[in-house]
C-alpha cells in the first residue's frame, strides 16, 4: 500500500514538472520559471500540452465575458478572446503560422527553412493569418450567438485538442535538422502523445458537454497528419513552426466543426 502511494506521490510531482515544462513552453505569463528540470526529459510536457490550453483559455475568456455582459458586439468580444489568448502565448502560434506561410516562396527545403528563421513577416504570412482568424472569429460569434455558454465550451475545446494535437504531430514526424525549437524539445514517446490526446479528448468532452468533440477530433487528426506530411515533403520534418501552424490549423477545424454542430 506505502509503495503504491507512493508512486502516486512520485508520478504527480513528475507530472508537476511536466506542467510547468508546457507553461514554459507555450506562455509568456510572468512568474513561470525559465529552468528546465535536469532530470526529466523536455517532450514529457507535451502530455500537459492540453491542460496548458486550458489554462490559456480561461484566462482569455474573462475579459470576453465581462465584455459580453456588457452588451459589446458579438465580433468584438470574440475578436478580444483571441487577442488576450494571443497575448499569453506571445503569438507563438501565430508566428509559426506565418513562417509557415512565407516559407512557400522557398525554391528548395534550405531556402524554405531560412525563409521561417526570418523575423520578418512576407505577404503570404500575413494572407495565412488573415484567412485563418476570419474563420476562428466568424466561428467563435456563431457560437456566442447561441449563448455564452456553447461559445465557452467550444473555446475549450479548441484550446485544448488543438495542443493535444502538437503532441500527436511532433510524435508522428521528426524536425527537419538538429536545430530549433522542435529539436531542442524533442520528439514525445508513444504513452506520452497517448497521453496527451486521450487526456485532451476527454478535458474537451468534458468541457463541452458537445458528441460534436468525436467528430471534432477526428478531422482534426487527420488534417494535422496531412498537414505534417505534407510538412515532411516540404521541409523534411515538422518544425516549431510547423507545431505552431498546426495549432492554428487544427483550432479552426475544431472550431467549424463545433459551430456547424
Same mark, same amino acid.
Given at each position: 500500500m506505502d509503495k503504491a502511494l507512493n508512486n502516486i506521490i512520485k508520478n504527480a510531482r513528475l507530472f508537476q514538472q511536466d506542467c510547468r515544462m508546457a507553461a514554459m513552453i507555450l506562455t509568456r505569463l510572468p512568474g513561470v520559471s525559465t529552468d528546465y528540470p535536469e532530470n526529466r526529459n523536455i517532450a514529457n510536457s507535451y502530455a500537459a500540452f492540453p491542460l496548458i490550453g486550458v489554462l490559456v483559455a480561461a484566462c482569455a475568456a474573462i475579459p470576453a465575458m465581462a465584455l459580453s455582459l456588457a452588451n459589446i458586439p458579438a465580433l468584438a468580444v470574440v475578436a478580444v478572446l483571441l487577442a488576450v489568448a494571443a497575448l499569453i502565448t506571445g503569438g507563438l502560434h501565430e508566428d509559426g503560422l506565418?513562417?509557415?506561410?512565407?516559407?512557400?516562396?522557398?525554391?528548395?527545403?534550405?531556402?524554405?527553412?531560412?525563409?521561417?528563421?526570418?523575423?520578418?513577416?512576407g505577404a503570404f504570412g500575413v494572407l495565412a493569418l488573415i484567412l485563418v482568424l476570419v474563420i476562428q472569429?466568424?466561428?467563435?460569434?456563431?457560437?456566442?450567438?447561441?449563448?455564452?455558454?456553447?461559445?465557452? &465550451?467550444?473555446? #475549450?475545446?479548441?484550446?485544448?485538442?488543438?495542443? $493535444?494535437?502538437?503532441? +500527436?504531430?511532433?510524435? %508522428?514526424?521528426?524536425?527537419p535538422d538538429n536545430s530549433g525549437f522542435a529539436h531542442s524539445v524533442g520528439r514525445p514517446d508513444m504513452r506520452v502523445m497517448l497521453i496527451s490526446m486521450g487526456g485532451g479528448f476527454v478535458l474537451a468532452l468534458m468541457?463541452?458537454?458537445?458528441?460534436?468533440?468525436?467528430?471534432?477530433?477526428?478531422?482534426?487528426?487527420?488534417?494535422?497528419?496531412?498537414?505534417?506530411?505534407?510538412?515532411?515533403?516540404?521541409?523534411?520534418?515538422?518544425? &516549431?513552426?510547423? #507545431?505552431?501552424?498546426?495549432?492554428?490549423?487544427? $483550432?479552426?477545424?475544431? +472550431?467549424?466543426?463545433? %459551430?456547424?454542430?
Amino acid at each position: 500500500m506505502d509503495k503504491a502511494l507512493n508512486n502516486i506521490i512520485k508520478n504527480a510531482r513528475l507530472f508537476q514538472q511536466d506542467c510547468r515544462m508546457a507553461a514554459m513552453i507555450l506562455t509568456r505569463l510572468p512568474g513561470v520559471s525559465t529552468d528546465y528540470p535536469e532530470n526529466r526529459n523536455i517532450a514529457n510536457s507535451y502530455a500537459a500540452f492540453p491542460l496548458i490550453g486550458v489554462l490559456v483559455a480561461a484566462c482569455a475568456a474573462i475579459p470576453a465575458m465581462a465584455l459580453s455582459l456588457a452588451n459589446i458586439p458579438a465580433l468584438a468580444v470574440v475578436a478580444v478572446l483571441l487577442a488576450v489568448a494571443a497575448l499569453i502565448t506571445g503569438g507563438l502560434h501565430e508566428d509559426g503560422l506565418a513562417d509557415v506561410a512565407d516559407s512557400l516562396g522557398g525554391s528548395d527545403p534550405a531556402k524554405r527553412l531560412l525563409i521561417m528563421r526570418d523575423s520578418r513577416i512576407g505577404a503570404f504570412g500575413v494572407l495565412a493569418l488573415i484567412l485563418v482568424l476570419v474563420i476562428q472569429i466568424a466561428c467563435l460569434a456563431d457560437l456566442l450567438a447561441e449563448g455564452m455558454t456553447t461559445l465557452m &465550451g467550444g473555446w #475549450l475545446a479548441c484550446a485544448i485538442l488543438s495542443r $493535444a494535437m502538437m503532441a +500527436l504531430q511532433a510524435w %508522428a514526424f521528426p524536425p527537419p535538422d538538429n536545430s530549433g525549437f522542435a529539436h531542442s524539445v524533442g520528439r514525445p514517446d508513444m504513452r506520452v502523445m497517448l497521453i496527451s490526446m486521450g487526456g485532451g479528448f476527454v478535458l474537451a468532452l468534458m468541457l463541452s458537454g458537445s458528441l460534436a468533440i468525436f467528430i471534432a477530433a477526428g478531422c482534426a487528426a487527420v488534417a494535422t497528419y496531412g498537414f505534417g506530411y505534407l510538412m515532411n515533403r516540404h521541409i523534411g520534418g515538422v518544425n &516549431g513552426d510547423g #507545431l505552431g501552424a498546426t495549432q492554428m490549423i487544427s $483550432a479552426s477545424i475544431i +472550431l467549424m466543426v463545433m %459551430a456547424a454542430a
